[in-house]
């Protein structure tokens, strides 16, 4: 299921990648600074917030589907600037179909499932990126970075345990 989607996914991406830059002048994919950390922490807070929460809080599956929805609008606005010629349509496009992983992931009761997967993809393109220079990438953390790192891991270790415990009430009910 997960080479599924994400296969669809870059299909997508790649189909309308073209097509942007056809349509759109002088179009330049979106590139964020990004760190490692930052990367693989996105799997746990972007799943539980988007995902798990209004899967276990709320309980409809419409409403975990508008939590992904919101969720997949928000990866065009990956840039820094919000212009037409610069927001992140790759990154929007590959994300539709991973919509619909993460929604029957959650749905099934498997959400720790989509936030490996998620960390993982993450940190699997990350690296790659790093390698083929499509992505700037350093080692060592400064500054904000430290600041933003250590925040990221902290909101993902918060979410994980609020999540696990919202999964053990939820059993416990049955």
Known sequence: MLLFYHGIGILILVIGTFIIERIVPEYQEASVPLSIISVLAAGPIEEILFFGLPFYV???HLIVLA??????MLHILNTDTLELGTLSYANWLFVIPSLFF???TWISGKGWFAILTHSA???IFF???CAVGEVSCSISLQGNDILASINSVGLSAILIGLI???YKRKINRK
């Open 58 to 60: 709320l309980g409809h």
């Open 67 to 72: 939590g992904g929805i919101v969720w997949v």
């Open 102 to 104: 993460s929604l029957r």
């Open 121 to 123: 993809w993450n940190g």
């Open 127 to 129: 690296t790659l990126g």
């Open 164 to 166: 696990s415990v919202l």
